[in-house]
């Protein structure tokens, strides 16, 4: 079944738990990202946990390989579920990441969401968001990565391109249909993820700036319970 963390970008401990109070019954899995883990730190990971949440600590780790090892030790004592490592960290940084124990759930960053190909160019000329992707996602899972942080419109290709790997999918960029985008390019609704079978969706703008963020939860939910799951069709 497909979980939804709802990141919670917002600025302010007391915005945190306002969203937190309104939606305990209706969802378990919370991002914690950049923005508000640099401005509370431990105090917002805490938080959620005294609401009964399950944290994604999504700090997206990108350093040596050393750096990193210690700082998913770390994410480790806080208690969280699962932590984010970007894949082109490489090989050495990714095997240091896995190898601690006990820790989180690594979950590995392909290509943001908020990227398309044109976007890759400077960087790459000749690369492709999906042959990209691909190629990170074999990267992280034969290096101990847990799971594959990716649009949801890679899935189905990874799924076919990577059959021997049974890796679990990450999501963000989830828009319901007619839904805003923001600056998300690669996107998806949440029914088209709950087909795919998906094991998390990364939803954030959505909930955290509706008038009733209990309201869009619920409608989330709801569209994707009555999505028929296919996944089986397309791995
Ligand atoms: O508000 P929105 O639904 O666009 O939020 C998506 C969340 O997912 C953000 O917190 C963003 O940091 C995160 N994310 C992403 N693309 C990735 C990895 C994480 O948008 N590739």
């Known amino acids: 079944m497909t979980q939804v963390i709802v990141a919670l970008d917002v600025d302010t401990i007391m915005r945190e738990e306002q969203l937190l109070t309104q939606l305990k019954d209706t969802i378990t899995f919370y991002k914690v990202g950049l923005r508000l883990f640099t401005a509370h730190g431990k105090r917002a990971v805490d938080l959620v946990h005294r609401h009964g949440g399950k944290v994604f600590l999504d700090l997206k780790f990108h350093d040596i390989p050393q750096t990193v090892a210690h700082a998913v030790k770390e994410a480790q004592k806080l208690?969280?579920?699962?932590?984010?490592?970007?894949?082109?960290?490489?090989?050495?940084?990714?095997?240091?990441?896995a190898e601690v124990s006990p820790r989180p759930k690594l979950w590995g960053v392909t290509v943001l969401t908020s990227m398309q190909d044109k976007d890759l160019r400077p960087l790459h000329p000749q690369a492709k968001v999906a042959s990209f992707v691909k190629n990170l996602a074999r990267l992280g899972w034969v290096n101990g990565v847990d799971g594959t942080i990716c649009s949801g419109q890679e899935v189905m290709f990874l799924r076919r391109s990577l059959k021997h790997l049974d890796m679990k999918f990450i999501t963000p960029g989830i828009r319901p249909a007619g839904g805003e985008l923001h600056d998300q390019k690669r996107v998806m609704s949440p029914e088209q993820a709950a087909e795919l079978g998906i094991d998390y969706i990364v939803v954030g703008r959505p909930i955290t700036h509706a008038i009733d963020p209990l309201k869009a939860a619920q409608s989330i939910l709801s569209s994707m319970k009555h999505a028929a799951p296919h996944s089986?069709?397309?791995r």
């Open 232 to 234: 089986l069709e397309v």
């Open 79 to 97: 208690g969280v579920y699962a932590v984010s490592i970007h894949l082109c960290g490489g090989r050495d940084m990714l095997a240091a990441a």
